[in-house]
């Protein structure tokens, strides 16, 4: 079946750091992407639609310069967490369909970051 | 607005139990249905799925969900609980294209009594 792999698990590291988390379709290609979020107890939220090839689609309310996304190809996609701070610290999951319409979204096993 | 209503933030069940757990959506276009779950710490994995066809969806670990479009639910079920079925249970609802994100119930936390 589809596996979606993310890397790193967790990552604890101190305010201010940059924190890069990857997003890998690891036998099949995903034009799309996408970045959620999830607060303890809390549903997941979409933060952003990563596309292939150009500029993610950010939801309102995030920011975009902070969440700095880089789909290179399709089977990569990276969140990259500038200048983090206590408030970043949550769990983030990205997915990924194979496309077509009748494919689900497969979900990586998710990056939890403590910013201390 | 699109939305996914899961009632029941938490509930528990004896092993061996039946379990029903609830949802409801809101959406605009033809639903594409999903259920998933999440262990503690882990990502999400996909217990079944609906677009068309048979209201009645068989998924994994024995898991089952009714689609009522007259209700706009779709709630998950199984016969017989097992204490590994203890986890987080996400509801959700998207399109029936690639390319689009699903919206998320806010989940419904079971426990599994012995």
């Known amino acids: 079946g589809a596996v979606v792999s993310q890397h790193p698990s967790r990552v604890i590291c101190k305010s201010g750091t940059s924190v890069k988390i990857e997003c890998r379709s690891l036998?099949?290609?995903?034009?799309?992407m996408f970045w959620y979020r999830q607060f303890p107890k809390q549903s997941l939220m979409l933060m952003a639609t990563?596309?292939?090839?150009?500029?993610?689609?950010?939801e309102q309310g995030v920011e975009k310069d902070k969440f700095l996304i880089n789909h290179a190809s399709l089977t990569l996609s990276t969140l990259t967490v500038t200048s983090a701070h206590p408030e970043d610290s949550s769990f983030y999951i990205c997915?990924?369909?194979?496309?077509?319409?009748?494919?689900?979204?497969?979900f990586g096993d998710g990056t939890r970051l403590s910013i201390l | 607005a699109q939305s996914v209503t899961q009632p029941d933030i938490h509930i528990t069940v004896s092993e061996g139990a039946s379990l029903e757990l609830r949802c409801n959506y809101s959406?605009?276009?033809?639903?594409?249905l999903f259920w998933y779950v999440q262990s503690p710490g882990q990502g999400l994995q996909l217990l079944l799925k609906?677009?068309?066809?048979?209201?009645l969806v068989q998924g994994i670990k024995g898991f089952e969900a009714e689609f009522k479009r007259s209700q706009s639910s779709f709630n998950l079920r199984k016969p017989s609980v097992h204490w590994s079925d203890a986890a987080e249970y996400f509801c959700?609802?998207?399109?029936?294209?690639?390319?689009?994100?699903?919206?998320f119930g806010k989940g419904t936390t079971l426990s599994v009594s012995s």
């Open positions: 997915s990924a369909s194979q496309g077509g319409g009748n494919q689900p979204q497969h």
């Open positions: 036998d099949f290609q995903a034009t799309t």
């Open positions: 990563s596309n292939e090839g150009s500029k993610a689609t950010y």
């Open positions: 959406y605009g276009a033809t639903p594409y």
């Open positions: 609906y677009f068309s066809g048979d209201t």
């Open positions: 959700a609802v998207g399109e029936y294209q690639a390319g689009t994100a699903l919206i």
